[in-house]
């Protein structure tokens, strides 16, 4: 009976966050020799509150924060975002390691380090005279 | 009511001037009508949400990623400005990017509010990138009541 009543109240909470708005994220995706790095802006997100994934080569950018109104009788007199929930994908090549990625979030900023197969790095080769 | 006073945005290219210079005329034609579905219309940097109470001003600012030593927050009078001096992120050798979104560079931003406050008792917080900024209302700029006598 327990088991039940967790289940319907998680299925209840996915209904809610499904009918949330959720924001494209704005990201920088640098190549350098070694990796792939993005960064992932994810403001009023905490650390614990982000989430990354990777399932058949999707890679799957999630936060979840909330707009927290200031304590006192505020009123919101200007709005310009209505949200602090993100979700992007991005599909991974196979030239990278899916199993390697680390990721680092400070201030709101995700960074991804996606390191790339050692066969795809890029290699400098020796000219012969 | 609250308003823009003023907005730039420190370009990093020519382009980004030719499209701030867009954005501007954007903004000029947007108050008649039948230009208000402009799709050229840029948003101002950062976005803002906007707070009030009787008691003053809660200014929420999304800007992740930034350093707290490279805001610089001033209000004077009724005009809070946020001036950032963000890393240009140069790529060195060896290193592309695919997909720049992030803004980088100088930016400010001027915000007009709909009281006066005094400078001193600005607070402000940055929490998971997002900036708090509260601005009481000063004492002087509160409503005063005023006893009618009856003669």
């Known amino acids: 009976m327990k088991d039940i009543a967790v289940k319907q109240e998680t299925a209840a909470q996915k209904t809610q966050t499904e009918q949330t708005i959720t924001e494209l994220p704005n990201v920088d995706i640098l190549e350098t020799p070694n990796d792939i790095q993005l960064m992932v802006e994810m403001p009023g997100v905490a650390n614990e509150d982000a989430n990354v994934t990777v399932e058949n080569n999707v890679l799957t950018i999630e936060g979840n924060g909330n707009i927290e109104p200031p304590k006192g009788e505020y009123e919101l007199l200007g709005r310009e975002y209505s949200t602090c929930r993100y979700r992007r994908d991005f599909t991974l090549s196979d030239q990278v390691d899916a199993d390697k990625i680390k990721a680092h979030m400070k201030y709101g ?8 197969r050692a066969e795809t790095k890029t290699r400098k080769i020796e000219i012969a005279a | 009511m609250f308003n823009l006073a003023h ?55 999304k800007m992740p990623g ?7 927050l001033t209000v004077q009078g009724n005009e809070l400005t946020i001036r950032v001096h963000a890393d240009e992120r140069v790529p060195s050798d060896g290193e592309i990017y695919h997909r720049r979104e992030r803004v980088t560079g100088e930016y400010a931003r001027t915000l007009r509010l709909p009281y006066y406050s005094n400078p001193e008792t600005v607070k402000a917080s940055y929490i998971n990138g997002l900036l708090r900024i509260t601005i009481p209302r000063a004492e002087s700029d509160k409503p005063k009541k005023i006893a009618v006598e009856a003669a």
């Open chain 2, 66 to 72: 930034v350093d707290t030593k490279d805001v610089d």
């Open chain 1, 109 to 116: 900023l995700l960074r991804l380090i996606i390191p790339k």
């Open chain 2, 7 to 61: 907005y730039e945005r420190n370009p990093w290219s020519l382009f980004d001037e030719i499209e701030s210079l867009q954005s501007d005329i954007n903004r000029n034609f947007t108050r008649w009508p039948w230009n208000m579905t402009s799709r050229s219309f840029k948003e101002a940097y950062p976005p803002v949400n906007v707070w009030a109470s009787d008691d003053g001003i809660v200014v929420d600012a």
